[in-house]
C-alpha cells in the first residue's frame, strides 16, 4: 500500500564522485519491490523528486542518487535528523516471480542503484546471478564492496581506470536466461540487442505526481501508452 | 457532511466548493482517501479520437510551480464513457464534471452530445483553453467570436448546464467571459493554465519537447485570482475557480473575489492529500475569519 509518511535521515554521506547514499527510517513493516521508487519532496522545489529503493533492511531505505541538478544538489545538503516528506513505494517493481537459474544483471553508472536490492533478493532466492556494472571511471564507482560480497560483479570503466576499459556491454557473457538491466538508454537498447527480449528495463522519465494521476511519465509500448510511474518503471524487453 | 461548507453552483447544491481540476485527479486518489467527501470532481479532458499527447519529456519544474505539456491524453469518448465512468461511479457517489475537448466546432458538439446523456453528469466543462494541442483548445478561447459560437453551438445540442473553462492567455478576460455568457453558458471555470516554457541554461535547449507548456501552481495564483475578481464584477453567472490552489485560505481567497466553487489542479500533484487537507482545514479557518457560512463570502472582495 502507498502512503505519504515524513522518513527520518539517519545518514547522508558522499560515496563517491558527485554520488550520495541517504538511509532513511522508514518505520513500518512494509515490504518493497526491487525496481520501486520513491518520490521525494526537497524544500525550495515544487515537484517531487524519483529515487529508486536501493536497498531495504531491518525497516531502512537506502537510496543512493547522483548530484546532476538543482535538486539533487539540495538533497545532498540535507543533514541526518532531519525529515524529508516521501511518498512510497511507487511502481511495480522487477518481475521476479518466474524461475531462471542463470541470471544476468547489467547496470550503467548510477542506474546500477535499484540493482542492488535486486541482487540481494536474488541472492536469497539462490539464484545463480551476475552483475556487470559499467562506470565511466574510478572516482564514481560505488557500492563495489556491497555488490561483491554477496556475488559475481564485474566492473568496466570507460577510462580503464579500474577493471575491464571500454563498455560494459563489451565484455557481456551472452550465455543467460534472463536479465535485468537499468542505466542509460542506449547502453539498455545494446543490452537488449546483446541478449535479447529475455528480460527487463527500468526506465526513466520525467515525473510529476509519481502515482498515475498527471499521465506525465507515458512511454510508448507495443501494448499501447504505458506510465512509467504506475505501469512501470519496469517494463519487459519485449514491449518495446 | 457540514452544511457550513454547501455552495451552489446555479441549482445544484454542492457539499463543499472543492473539486479536483481537469487532468490532475483520477479514481486512483481513492487509495489515497475516501474521495466522497469532495465537492465534484472535473474529469481529464476528452476529445472524440482517442489522443496519445505530445512526446515526452512533458513536464519540468519552475519556481513555485510546473509546466505541462500532456496535450489531452485521453483514451476518447467511447471509452471513457464505456471504461473510465464505471470506475468513478464505483468511487465516486456523486455528480461530476465532464470536461469536453476537441480539434474542430464538431467535436466538441459530438463529445458534449454524449456526455449529455449521462446521468452521471451535472456539467459540461467546455475546455477551450488547453494550450498543449495544435489544433483547437487554447486558440477556440482566444477571441470573443469564436467562444460565442462554439458555447452557442454546444448549448443548442445539449441539455446539460454548460461551463466554459477559459484561457489566462488573453488581453481582455473580461470580454471573452461576457460573450460566453451572452452565448447561454451557464458558468465558466477561470483559469487554464498560463503559456510558458523551460530552457536548460547548460544546453540553451527547450526542455519539453512540445517546447511551449502550461504554467501552472501556486505562482500563478494572482493572476488567477485577478481574473475571478475582474470577471466576477462583469457577468452574473457562477465562477469557479482555479489556479494555483494548495490551502483552505487560498479557497477564502478565491471565494471573496467571486467564486462560487475552486478548483484543486497541481496541488494534487504534489500531495495527494492537497483537497482532503483544504476541506478538513476550511472550517477552523472560518472559525478564525468569523465566517459563518461560506456561501455569504462569495464577491465580498467588491464591497469593501
Ligand atoms: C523511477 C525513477 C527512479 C530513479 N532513481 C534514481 C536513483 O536511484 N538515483 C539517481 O541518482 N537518480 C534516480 N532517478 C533520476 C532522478 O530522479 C533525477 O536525477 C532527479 O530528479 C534530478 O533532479 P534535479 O533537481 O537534480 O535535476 P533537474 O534537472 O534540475 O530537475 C528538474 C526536473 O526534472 C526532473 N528530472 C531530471 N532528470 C530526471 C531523470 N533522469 N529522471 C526523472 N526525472 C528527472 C526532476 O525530477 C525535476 O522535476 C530516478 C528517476 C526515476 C524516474
Ligand atoms: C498535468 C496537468 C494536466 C492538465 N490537464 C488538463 C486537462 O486535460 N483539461 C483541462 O481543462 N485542464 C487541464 N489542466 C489544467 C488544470 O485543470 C488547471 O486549470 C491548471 O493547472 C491551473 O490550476 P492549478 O494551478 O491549481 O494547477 C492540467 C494541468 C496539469 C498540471
Ligand atoms: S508521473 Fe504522473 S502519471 Fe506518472
Redesign the interface.
Known sequence: ??K?DFLKVISNNLIAKNIFKMCLVCGCDLEFIPGQFLNI?IDG????RPMSICDFENGIITIVYKIVGK?TEALSKISKGNKLDV?FPLGNGFDIKKSYDNITIIGGGVGLAPLYFLFKTLKKMNKKVIVYAGFRTLSEIFFEEEFSSIGEFIISTQDGTKGNKGLIIDILDKDCDYYFTCGPALMMESVRKILGQNGQFLLE?????G??????????TKFG?KRVCKEGPVFFANEF | MNNILNVNLGNWRLDNPVIPAS????Y??S??YDINILGSISL?TTTREPR??NS???????????L?S?GL?NPGIEKVISEEIPKFKKNFNKKIIASVGGNSIEDYVFVSKMFDSMEEVEILEINLSCPNVKNGGMSFGLDEKTVYHICEKIKNSCKKKIYIKLSPNVTDIVSIAKSAELSGADGLVLVNTLLGIAIDACSGKPIISNIFAGFS??AIKPIALRMVYQVFKNVKIPIIGCGGIRNADDVIEFMSAGASAVQIG?A??????SCKNIIDDLPKKMKKYGIQKIEEIIGRSHCI
Open positions: 500500500m502507498k505519504q519532496k522545489f515544487y515537484l517531487r535538486g511518498i522519465e520525467r515525473m510529476a505526481c502515482f498515475g494521476a498527471c499521465m506525465s511519465c507515458v512511454c510508448k501508452a | 487532468g490532475t485527479f483520477g486512483e486518489f487509495q489515497w481529464k496519445f499527447g515526452t519529456p512533458r513536464v519540468a519544474e519552475c519556481v513555485g510551480g510546473m505541462n500532456i491524453q501552481g501556486p497541481s494534487n500533484l504534489v500531495n495527494p492529500f
